[in-house]
């Protein structure tokens, strides 16, 4: 199943590692350095020039590399689509 994050942005469910609220989850410093270093190491991509809500981070299984994906939708709204909801 695939996962549409925005602006013809599309990915693999099963390759989702979490999908996070930028908000409450940048509260942190450790949040705060972990984005930082992923966008200076180039594994963070901007899905929308929109206020971003949410990002989700994802790793293909036989990769070590994540790619981060910021999102104009919000957290909520992803998980919906996702169909992980239904899991919890």
Do not use: W
């Not at 602006?7 to 999908?19: L, P, Q, V």
């Not at 206020?51 to 104009?72: D, G, M, T």
């Amino acid at each position: 199943m695939y996962l549409h994050l925005g602006n013809e942005t599309i990915i693999r469910t099963k390759d989702i590692i979490g999908i996070f609220d930028l908000d409450s989850t940048t509260v942190s410093k450790r949040s705060r350095d972990y984005l930082t270093k992923a966008e200076k190491r180039k594994e963070a991509v901007t899905v929308s020039y929109e206020l971003p809500k949410s990002f989700v981070v994802c790793a293909k299984k036989n990769e070590k590399k994540q790619k981060i994906y910021i999102s104009q939708l919000s957290s909520s709204t992803l998980l919906k689509r996702s169909g992980k909801l239904e899991n919890l």
